[in-house]
């Protein structure tokens, strides 16, 4: 388990990287199961075996119990192209077929049909 960005490491220390055994530094108490249960600890909830810390400032609890209630964020999606309603490239028929990124991507030559129609010369045929 690595420290990672979470405001809780503020307030426990690691003890055990490889049983995920954290400290509490307000009443030094252990728990395994990392930073998660010790947020439960700290906010005063009681959850899967976890005593609420007696000890904890009221600042902090609150500042946890903030954490614990606001949703997770999501992980962003890929950015979608956004393009021009009358953009060329937004019909598939202004390229014969074939959206232009589409072979862009495939790193294929595009071939673009022409719907005109010329007679062919008589040594080509």
């Excluded at 030094?28 to 700290?42: A, D, I, Q, T, W």
């Excluded at 009681?46 to 209630?69: A, G, M, Q, Y």
């Excluded at 598939?92 to 077929?97: H, I």
Aim: proline share 6%; net charge positive.
């Amino acid at each position: 388990m690595v420290r990672g960005r979470d405001a809780c490491w503020e307030h426990c220390v690691l003890v055990d990287a490889t049983r995920q055994k954290v400290r509490c530094n307000y009443c030094r108490r252990e728990f395994s199961g990392g930073v998660y249960r010790m947020k439960f600890h700290l906010a005063q909830i009681k959850n899967k075996d976890i005593v609420p810390c007696t000890e904890v400032p009221n600042d902090v609890r609150d500042f946890i119990l903030s954490i614990l209630s606001t949703p997770k964020r999501q992980k962003s999606t890929k950015k979608q192209k956004i393009e021009a309603p009358n953009s060329p490239h937004n019909s598939s028929s202004a390229s014969g077929g074939f959206h232009p990124n589409w072979a862009a991507r495939k790193h294929l030559p595009i071939f673009v049909i022409s719907t005109t129609f010329t007679k062919c010369p008589a040594n080509a045929r």
